[in-house]
């Protein structure tokens, strides 16, 4: 028997200002709900979400978050669950401190909610939970029976955060239609558990459309403060679109290099979506993609202003035993690299890797875009 399986999250609210409804959108799920917010987030939040929650009686009770979600802070906001008796934890940030809530939410037994304060990632729609170490290495998927009941992404809070937020947003966006593409063609279930519906694949493919036609003008009003239409497009093709894509469509390659490269400690520091960025490009390398393809998607990245080399992720075509790390911890075999619709070993990955690098920069260097910039990691 083959299943197809589409899953989602009960609730999708976005818009300018729909911060102020979060207290009315709870109240439907809970009555004594748990924020988790670091304090930058709450410093730029707490008083808007504040005066929400009062709108609708509901207490206030915040818990500080470090950078990741690990394990350790996981089973720390079990505890803070259970003795303050909440019944609604509110994961609000990025996608390590709504990933925490939501393992937390799960091992309580109480509902949670996504409150993305900016377009980073396509973690908030989704029924799972990435764990990292505490320097930020990829340690296992945590999969839950079901997505959040709620998910509210307030535009303007999009749009009055740093660009490169948004940058790693549309990294992460981008990926999503050539993995379900991949799990499309080859025999791969995806993260909702079964094969990907008509419906899953096509809602990856609309994330795409929505990102070549508005990311360079959403980008340009996130740097100018502002909400417009574009910008509302890629928020929800990053956001919504991306995350029911990602999940109900299905993982591949790129996200497994992106777990891989987690692995490097000279990619330490960088977002998801840059590394996931790479992940695609690589990829794109992996499965012979059509050279027009492959160079309009460096082209269109590198005036996005994500990375499509090694360099800029820190490494070189040189370093043998970094690139073979990041190879094998690619294709371990639970991995998403093996939906795609052709084996993959470490030794095609280590080819894909060196030849991106080549690629990249002749690709550049014909279109009259910049040379790519090392990055170095900070420790
Ligand atoms: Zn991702």
Redesign the pocket.
């Known amino acids: 028997m083959t299943e197809t399986v589409l899953i989602s999250p009960s609730r999708y609210v976005q818009g300018k200002g729909v911060m102020g409804q979060l207290g009315h959108h709870l109240a439907r799920i809970g009555s004594k709900p748990l924020l988790v917010a670091d304090d930058v987030v709450w410093g730029i939040v707490g008083d808007g979400v504040t005066e929400a929650l009062g709108q609708a009686d509901l207490p206030v009770a915040r818990e500080s978050f470090g950078t990741f979600a690990t394990a350790a802070a996981v089973d720390h906001l079990v505890e803070v669950i259970g003795s303050g008796g909440h019944d609604v934890i509110v994961g609000i940030g990025g996608g390590s401190a709504i990933d925490a809530a939501k393992s937390a939410g799960h091992l309580a037994k109480i509902r949670w909610a996504s409150v993305p304060t900016a377009a980073s990632?396509?973690a908030p729609t989704s029924a799972l939970a990435v764990i990292y170490t505490e320097e930020g290495e990829f340690v296992e998927y945590r999969f839950f029976p079901h997505n959040p009941d709620l998910v509210l992404i307030d535009t303007q809070v999009v749009a009055s955060a740093p660009a490169r937020f948004l940058v790693a947003g549309i990294g992460?966006a981008l990926?999503t239609w050539l993995e379900a593409r991949a799990t499309q063609r080859g025999q791969g279930s995806t993260m909702a558990g079964g094969r990907p519906t008509h419906t899953g694949t096509a809602l990856a493919r609309l994330s795409w459309e929505l990102l070549w036609g508005n990311a360079l003008e959403a980008l340009d009003a996130v740097r100018a403060g502002v909400v417009t239409p574009a910008l509302e497009a890629v928020v929800e093709a990053n956001t919504l679109l991306s995350g029911l894509g990602?999940e109900s469509g299905g993982l591949a390659a790129a996200?497994a290099i992106?777990n891989g490269l987690t692995a490097a400690p000279q990619t330490h520091g960088l977002t998801?979506g840059q590394k996931?960025n790479l992940g695609s490009t690589t990829q794109l390398v992996l499965e012979g993609a059509p050279s027009e393809e492959l160079e309009d998607f460096i082209v269109f990245t590198t005036r996005v202003g994500l990375p499509n080399t090694l360099t800029e992720v820190g490494l070189s075509p040189d370093d043998t035993a970094e690139l073979r790390a990041v190879a094998e911890a690619a294709t371990v075999p639970d991995e998403t690299i093996h939906t795609m619709p052709f084996p993959v070993t470490a030794d095609l990955v280590v080819d894909a890797l060196v030849a991106v690098e080549g690629i990249s920069r002749r690709v550049r260097s014909e279109h009259g875009l910049p040379e790519p910039e090392l990055y170095v990691a900070r420790h």
Do not use: L
Request: no cysteine.
């Open positions: 990632s396509d992460d990926a990602f996200h992106h998801h996931v």
